[in-house]
């Protein structure tokens, strides 16, 4: 089967989990003989630390897929950037770039994205369209007027979990368009789907779950602690944003270190909470035990996983949750956020509500005491692993395709 697909993250170029999951997609696909048109913004080096022309496609010959990407200027430089975000950082790159390139605002960027996009459905042959959430939903719209092929949106995550309350009503009525026009849609866990049919009125029939994997692991890391010995280590990987809920895990730390002295929080990734979190820290007066990593890529990502005792995600909204799955492939067991997504595939983990400090530190505490509990869940959590892969995802992506095409 051919298809055109609209992305906007894909590593290097990613901040966050979504592009790990596009790459993961388009190779399980390919695996299965399909073949991706994948159509990505392309950011310019000057706009960006990652250097754009390096992308992480892998495309299983041997299986008879195959994988072409193609790069549309444009500075959707990630899915995470916010209207105000958008502006600030398009204002501290006019004079590097021309000014006609990008759209004024996030908005505009979006529609002249999609419309540039959108031509290649006219270009390319392919039997569906498929897209990622709201900054590409646009370009499949306009991609099905000109092809007429159907459409599949992905979501992985809304409005409602970006922002909690504080719904931006704009960023919600391209939501719900790009889910209208879509022939199916392709949601990362049941909590999503449910979030669908609740505050977007999406019929039941027209959403399938197929949750997210996690790539093979053949690196060789070994917890070789860079801190004191005596240390344990938590670790907190993750975007410093409301949705991710840092300051959760900021006062279960102060709690855990009543109990236990020798404990050191990491805090790696970055966001608009960063600040406020360091701040929070020397607040709380738990900032010796506090490290700020700052924001990791590559390999840094599984040593971080591979040095901590345990990972916590406190997540006040997860439609799904990569991370949890990464850190148990590097050998550490996990504490998740009861509103997160995995759970509905990862039995083997702690879990507590994001807004009980006092339970989550209770089984930080145990976690970090007693070697019986974190051995089982390491070594249950490494077996269910095996059960999970993106080339199984892609399996169930296929049959969604197959449903709306009769292929």
Known sequence: MQILMFGWEFPPMNSGGLGVACQGIVEGLSHHGHEIFLVLPKVSESMHACKPDNLNLLAAHKSGGHIECMEIPSSLYSPYCTIESYTKWIEECIGEEPENMYGKNLFEEIHRYASRGAMYAGKVPHDIIHTHDWLTAEAGIQAKKISDKPMVMHV?????????????????????????????????????????????????????????????????????????????????????????????????????????????????????????????????????????????????????????????????????????LEAIQNGTPVLISKQAGVNEIIKNALRADFWDIDDMANKVIAALQYDSLTNTLKDHGKRELEQISWQKQAKHIENVYKRITGK
């Open 156 to 324: 992985h995550a809304t409005e409602f979990d970006r922002s909690g309350d504080n719904v931006n009503q704009q960023v919600y009525d391209m939501e719900r368009r790009g889910m209208e026009h879509a022939d199916r849609i392709i949601a990362v866990s049941e909590f999503t789907k449910k979030m669908l049919i609740k505050h977007y009125g999406i019929k039941e029939w027209k959403i399938d779950v197929v949750h997210n994997a996690v790539k093979p692991n053949f690196s060789t890391y070994h917890k070789t602690h860079h801190l004191n010995k005596t240390d344990k280590i938590v670790l907190f990987l993750g975007r410093m944003t409301l949705q991710k809920g840092p300051d959760y895990f900021l006062k279960m730390a102060k709690r855990v270190l009543e109990v236990m002295t020798k404990v050191k929080f990491i805090m790696a990734g970055d966001g608009d909470m960063t600040e406020q979190m360091i701040h929070m820290a020397n607040d709380l007066g738990i900032e010796r035990n506090v490290l700020f990593a700052g924001f990791l890529k590559g390999d840094e990502v599984a040593q971080a996983y591979s040095h901590a005792d345990l990972y916590v995600m406190p997540s006040v909204s997860e439609p799904f949750g990569i991370a949890p």
